[in-house]
């Protein structure tokens, strides 16, 4: 065992040619990675920001940080109002700071939805479905209302807390993920969601014997406080002075509490950062393998896993052979020593094998694992789901199918045979790095029966798991000619789809006179997409908020309780669509009636942000981060931002929101942009229960043509992918310049040329009419004075 312990913790020499920035940390048990430049860099930032604009937030009950600004400020004034949380309290008005938007990403700032199907496509039929098959259905904010002492009992969390004293632990924690960190997720796994009521995307739980509070990014405040019931507390996270999960538990517990966790739910980075954060205070951390709470309090109730078969990705629309991923991730693991790597990411498993499946709503991915070895390859899965076409091309790549469920004793088997396991710390559950671990010591152990030369031998060859970030992520978001020709057609079809749309709703709201609820527009944007060809699905639940519901980030409308879309109000529509060949995601926010003064300026400076984005030239490997002042400066000019990032990376035919890519605020995320990867364009600005605005574009990023090339620096642009027009009548002209109404008519003028084949009768007309030049009124700058007089 000394020979065993020299080997715990070695330093990797190798770097990975696309992530050079930093050294990797080899290591067999569960040493810890010290902090990189920018995580030390993030948190210094975020220490001494905490520090310096903690005096001018005013605290709420428990702790709490009222925050309606992107950015905390010095408070207009305090008053005292009634919350949905319950009871009364002192919050911090703060006039024109909105919450933000579905922005982020997965795997950097979240740009999230709900996976839960709440008034969206075919809204009336899928409620009753969930609401009568086990599934999360929120109750209107009107019910949640009221002070915690004078409401019911919440018996799903008394039960809760029951079997916690059961298992000697004083709190419990539910994450918002499954076991392979999925954005979006089987109903089946929305545990969080069942047990708190709130059904955003992102957010995690604590239930402590005598708290249950709620963990939720800026997103998702608005919506936080109407689905929470009195006995929970809203935590916001991301505003100063308020205390992280692992934080508000080494504080608030009593010393040397025990603290439940499914391994199974929680990445080994951050189960290690909850362990050190704990041992301040002498808790520990109970790893529940065998039993999920939440699910026995759902019990009978939860809705079964996901059955639906898997399909053959055509190599029309994939580009690249299995075989040929597969030869290049194995040249991957050569070239840093590994001989093995698990891959856990749904969207990975379903890029490299060229699979697509339905478990997931809105993404066309599976449950499954893949275990990629030197000279072999084995899919994890439900083998029900196994079709004739994909058991052949597995067959043709030498993959062989396993249990979902053997994926554990698989990983002890690599260790005991001395394996070099790449492990993503950041994605892999502390679950399948413990069984490895476990399996690393028990091989050690076995050394001191055998003899010295062969003790050696076996120590040299011992297994050992190599901690890096996946190699097929950024493979992944590199898009090959095939991928991006794919991307190209299917927003064409989905503009033509969107153009029929608008020309319909403006017809019936404008000329008809009529309003529509938020679940009818959205289930007709359903129709006029299901008819495109090549359509399978949603790639998001639709976002169609109608006035203030526009400033809730991730609202979703639901029959019954929403709001109508008129000639009254702002209408926000965040959409997407999963197609064979592609996948979109596109805003637009339109007025069909007369907007105000200042409705007008807000929408004319997050067109200015996104017009900036769009014509930026950056050298290449340039982080996302450097870009987002671009997107923010003209609101920033007025006191005004945006709580979310500007850009998330969009999978091709897969998730519309992937990684390592993003274009944010939070420098935290040190990825070079590269040609051939896709990202959104979408700044926005939100005034809480007034309105919402948001402008997105997908575009893909290519080589700039450039007259110099400094240092022999590439450098980059965008290419647009969306063509839909922006609605004119929302402009101040005043405000913008002659160059970016340029920009603007020459989007239109693109918007027309591509997609006007592909329409006809009113749609059309409608599209004519929107493309038109837009030019500045002579003698005056008045906005009811445009020359050009479109609705949408």
């Known amino acids: 065992m000394a020979r065993a312990s020299a080997l715990v913790s070695i330093l990797s020499s190798q770097t990975m040619a696309r992530n050079c920035l930093f050294s990797s940390h ?125 409401a019911p009992p919440d018996v799903k969390l008394t039960q809760l807390r029951e079997l916690m004293d059961k298992n000697g632990i004083d709190a419990y924690i539910v994450p918002s993920e499954d076991a392979h960190q999925s954005e979006f997720i089987a109903d089946c796994f929305m545990r969080r969601a069942f047990i708190s009521g709130f059904t955003g995307s992102a957010g995690s739980v604590i239930i402590s014997k005598d708290r249950a509070s709620l963990w939720t990014d800026g997103r998702y405040f608005l919506q936080a406080e109407n689905q929470l019931g009195p006995h929970w507390t809203l935590m916001r996270a991301g505003t100063a002075g308020v205390p992280s999960m692992s934080e508000w538990c080494r504080d608030n517990l009593p010393e040397g509490s025990v603290v439940g966790v499914d391994p199974y739910l929680f990445t080994s980075d951050a189960f ?110 439900d083998e029900s789901k196994v079709t004739h076409d994909v058991a052949q091309q597995l067959a043709q790549a030498s993959v062989t199918v396993k249990p979902y469920e053997s994926l554990v004793p698989e990983i002890r088997k690599l260790a005991l045979e001395g394996s070099k396991l790449w492990l993503d710390a950041s994605r892999v559950s502390v679950a399948i790095k413990n069984a490895f671990n476990d399996a690393c010591l028990q091989y050690y152990s076995n050394l001191g029966s055998l003899e010295a030369s062969k003790r050696e031998l076996k120590e040299a060859n011992g297994p050992a798991s190599l901690h890096r970030s996946s190699p097929i992520s950024l493979s992944k978001a590199l898009k090959n000619d095939a991928e991006l020709e794919g991307m190209k057609n299917a927003h064409l079809r989905d503009a033509a789809a969107l153009t029929e749309f608008w020309s319909w709703l403006e017809h019936k709201i404008v000329v008809e006179k009529q309003s529509l609820s938020e679940v009818e527009v959205t289930e007709r944007l359903y129709d006029f997409r299901a008819k495109q060809s090549g359509f399978l699905d949603v790639s998001f639940e639709t976002i169609s908020g109608s006035g203030p519901n526009g400033a809730i980030v991730h609202y979703r409308a639901e029959a019954g309780t929403c709001a109508q879309v ?185 918007v027309w040329e591509k997609v006007s084949p592909l329409v006809a009768g009113d749609a059309l007309e409608w599209l004519h009419r929107n493309t038109r030049p837009i030019q500045r009124p002579s003698g005056s700058k008045k906005p009811q004075e445009l020359s050009t007089t479109t609705s949408v």
């Open 272 to 381: 290690e950062e909850l362990k050190r954060t704990l041992a301040e205070k002498n808790h520990s951390i109970s790893l529940l393998y065998d039993c999920n709470l939440v699910d026995q309090v759902w019990g009978s109730a939860r809705p079964n896993p996901p059955s639906a078969p898997l399909r053959v990705h055509d190599i029309k629309y994939a580009g690249v052979d299995v075989s040929t991923k597969l030869a290049n991730l194995r040249k991957e693991l050569v070239s840093v020593g590994a001989t093995v790597i698990v891959v856990t990411m749904l969207d990975e498993i379903a890029w490299l094998l060229n699979l697509r499946g339905s478990d997931v709503p809105c993404s066309p991915v599976t449950y499954a694992y893949v275990v990629v070895e030197l000279e072999t390859a084995t899919l994890f899965v």
């Open 26 to 150: 080899v290591s067999v048990f569960s040493t810890p990675v010290s902090h990189s430049p920018q995580q030390y860099l993030q948190k210094h930032f975020q220490l001494r920001r905490g520090k310096k604009l903690a005096r001018d937030l005013v605290p709420l009950q428990r702790g709490e940080i009222e925050c309606l600004g992107a950015f905390p400020v010095r408070p207009r004034r305090v008053s005292t109002r009634s919350s949905a949380i319950g009871g009364e309290r002192n919050v911090c008005e703060v006039s024109g700071q909105g919450c933000g938007s579905r922005m982020g990403n997965s795997s950097n700032d979240a740009m999230m939805t709900s996976g839960i199907r709440i008034g969206t496509r075919r809204a009336g039929s899928d409620l009753k479905t969930y609401a009568t098959g086990g599934g999360i259905v929120a109750e209107p904010s009107s019910k949640r209302k009221g002070s915690k002492k004078d």
């Open 566 to 750: 008129d000639e009254h109000n702002l209408f926000l529509l965040d959409s997407g669509a999963q197609y064979v060949d592609g996948t979109t995601d596109i805003t637009r926010t339109v007025h069909f009636g007369v907007p105000t003064p200042r409705e007008k300026e807000c929408f004319t400076r997050v067109l200015q942000g996104h017009i900036a984005v769009d014509q930026a030239v950056f050298p290449e490997y340039t982080p996302g981060f450097v870009l987002d002042v671009l997107a923010r400066n003209s609101l920033w000019k007025i006191g005004l931002d945006y709580r979310h990032g500007t850009g998330h990376g969009v999978g091709a035919a897969l998730n519309v929101h992937e990684g390592p890519q993003s274009m944010s605020a939070r420098f935290g995320n040190m990825t070079g942009l590269q040609p051939g990867m896709i990202i959104s364009n979408e700044p926005g600005y939100y005034e809480d229960r007034v309105f919402g605005i948001r402008i997105e574009n997908l575009v893909i990023i290519r080589e700039a043509e450039t007259e110099n090339r400094f240092g022999g620096v590439t450098f980059l642009s965008f290419e647009k992918l969306s063509f839909v027009p922006i609605q004119a009548k929302m402009l101040e002209l005043s405000l913008l310049s002659d160059s970016e109404l340029t920009w603007l008519n020459d989007y239109h003028a693109q």
